[in-house]
């Protein structure tokens, strides 16, 4: 895939074109509303296509699906497959700091272009730029068993089980090599076991606690 596959040259040519790879560090004319435009657009095409794909599926799973989808990690991912970030405009700052990798940048690009095509050519070309961008994504999307993090999977594990439900605390937050590192116990209630994980921030060490407390607690007949 590349941008020559999915952008014809009128719109590559296009002054919002330009201002959709425009990060705000380079400048005042830059990609914020166009991502933000891009971003609501993304959403009903993604819940448009989900919708008619899965007719059995309820409205609960059809968000977890689109969340799965739209996430910043899944655009990033879909930024770098185009090597979007050699055609990022940054500021010397951002550029210094390796910008045209970040998550949120290009995931923003990314929205900004779905907004920048919208404006330039319309509703149904929005649409296809969209539909090529998922398009293997949209072919292999895995199971909603697989998609639940591992916080909620405990939670209802726990709940099967007429236990309540578990606390993240954290043990001890510190820094090192210039990185921040979160060390959080899941503490469930009545289990003598301890569930501890050092993350490099507090969600994913959260995740992977509850990720070990999920697999010791399925393999007990409560």
Same mark, same amino acid.
């Given at each position: 895939?590349?941008?020559?596959?999915?952008?014809?040259?009128?719109?590559?040519?296009?002054?919002?074109? @330009?201002?959709?790879?425009?990060?705000?560090?380079? =400048?005042?004319?830059?990609?914020? *509303?166009?991502?933000?435009? =891009?971003? !609501?657009?993304? =959403?009903?095409?993604?819940?448009?296509?989900?919708?008619?794909?899965?007719?059995?599926?309820?409205?609960?799973?059809?968000?977890?699906?689109?969340?799965?989808?739209?996430?910043?990690?899944?655009?990033?991912?879909?930024? @770098?497959?185009?090597?979007?970030?050699?055609?990022?405009?940054?500021?010397?700052?951002?550029?210094?700091?390796?910008?045209?990798? *970040?998550?949120?940048?290009?995931?923003?690009?990314?929205?900004?272009? &779905?907004?920048?095509?919208?404006?330039?050519?319309?509703?149904?070309?929005?649409?296809?730029?969209?539909?090529?961008?998922? *398009?293997?994504?949209?072919? !292999? &999307?895995?199971?909603?068993?697989?998609?639940?993090?591992?916080?909620?999977?405990?939670?209802?594990?726990?709940?099967?089980?007429?236990?309540?439900?578990? *606390?993240?605390?954290?043990?001890?937050?510190?820094?090192?090599?210039?990185?921040?590192?979160?060390? &959080?116990?899941?503490?469930?209630?009545?289990?003598?076991?301890?569930?501890?994980?050092?993350?490099?921030?507090?969600? !994913?060490?959260?995740?992977?606690?509850?990720?070990?407390?999920?697999?010791?607690? !399925?393999?007990?007949?409560?």
């Amino acid at each position: 895939m590349s941008f020559g596959d999915l952008l014809d040259e009128t719109f590559q040519d296009s002054e919002y074109y @330009r201002q959709a790879l425009t990060h705000r560090s380079a =400048g005042a004319d830059n990609n914020e *509303r166009l991502e933000y435009l =891009g971003d !609501s657009l993304l =959403g009903f095409f993604i819940t448009e296509w989900l919708f008619h794909r899965y007719p059995w599926h309820s409205e609960g799973d059809l968000t977890q699906l689109r969340a799965y989808l739209v996430r910043g990690e899944t655009l990033a991912a879909i930024a @770098r497959e185009l090597d979007l970030g050699k055609y990022l405009l940054l500021g010397a700052g951002e550029l210094k700091t390796g910008g045209a990798q *970040r998550v949120s940048i290009l995931a923003d690009a990314v929205e900004a272009l &779905i907004g920048a095509m919208y404006l330039s050519a319309g509703l149904d070309q929005a649409r296809k730029l969209v539909m090529g961008l998922y *398009r293997t994504r949209l072919e !292999s &999307i895995p199971a909603l068993d697989q998609l639940r993090d591992a916080k909620t999977k405990l939670q209802e594990l726990l709940q099967s089980k007429g236990m309540n439900l578990p *606390r993240y605390v954290l043990q001890k937050q510190s820094r090192k090599s210039g990185h921040d590192l979160f060390t &959080i116990e899941c503490v469930v209630e009545g289990c003598k076991e301890k569930f501890i994980v050092t993350g490099k921030s507090r969600r !994913s060490a959260e995740q992977d606690a509850a990720e070990l407390a999920y697999v010791y607690m !399925s393999g007990l007949d409560i």
